[in-house]
């Protein structure tokens, strides 16, 4: 099983429609981050956690929030989904501890299409 | 604010031909990441670096951190098919709360 899970992998939706990606991980890490990855773009982070109650705006967070349930899960919101919030989201952790910056773990992804 | 420029964006070689990314910062870092991703895939760590002039290898694969700590490169020697994806350096200007930005990419791609 992997260490960071992604769900829903795949999400076709309208104009409109609120949708929820969420993103669980067994690797114990206190931090957690949403990006998002757009060709020619890279990956741009939305969101970043490093405890449950520490919830922080990155760099593109205008139409999204997101909730840290637990030090496991954090979740990404479109309240209001437009097209150009079609993209790939990316869940990903990591660890202090593990060096100055602590090398990031991603999940698979969830490609999200806005029609 | 920190600003990185990765270059080049794209970059097509012959198998068996060297090739090198570039990082470069506006400000001074405290370290920098490297971050493979395969197409289809999600991006991957690589490496990380820290010292000033740091060098360090893996295999075919050679990482600079400059020695003002505003530049790093990716060497890769004799590039195989198996080297394909976009690679990310993923610069750290430091401070009590570290947050990741990633630079937009080189993908590389190999004619076999």
């Known amino acids: 099983d992997a260490d960071v899970t992604q769900t829903p992998r795949n999400r076709i939706t309208k104009t409109g429609k609120r949708i929820m990606l969420e993103c669980s991980q067994t690797?114990?890490?206190?931090?957690m981050y949403w990006y998002r990855q757009d060709p020619g773009l890279g990956l741009r982070l939305i969101y970043y956690?490093?405890?449950?109650?520490?919830?922080n705006k990155g760099e593109i967070s205008d139409g999204y929030s997101v909730s840290r349930q637990a030090q496991a899960k954090f979740s990404l919101s479109l309240e209001s989904a437009i097209p150009n919030q079609t993209a790939l989201y990316f869940c990903?952790?990591?660890?202090?501890?593990?060096?100055?910056?602590?090398?990031?773990?991603f999940g698979e992804g969830s490609r999200l299409t806005v029609l | 604010g920190q600003q990185v420029m990765q270059i080049p964006q794209y970059q097509h070689v012959q198998e068996g031909e060297d090739f090198t990314t570039y990082c470069n910062s506006s400000t001074t870092l405290s370290n920098i990441q490297w971050y493979k991703q395969r197409p289809g895939g999600h991006p991957v760590f690589l490496i990380q670096l820290v010292k000033s002039g740091e060098v360090k290898k893996q295999k075919r694969l050679t990482f600079q951190f400059g020695e003002a700590k505003k530049n790093s490169s990716l060497h890769i020697t004799a590039t195989q098919t198996t080297d394909v994806g976009t690679y990310f350096c993923a610069p750290n200007s430091g401070g009590s709360n570290y947050k990741l930005t990633f630079g937009k990419g080189t993908l590389l791609t190999v004619n076999p």
């Open positions: 990903a952790t990591s660890d202090p501890g593990t060096g100055a910056a602590g090398e990031l773990f």
């Open positions: 690797k114990g890490h206190d931090r």
């Open positions: 956690s490093f405890d449950v109650k520490d919830i």
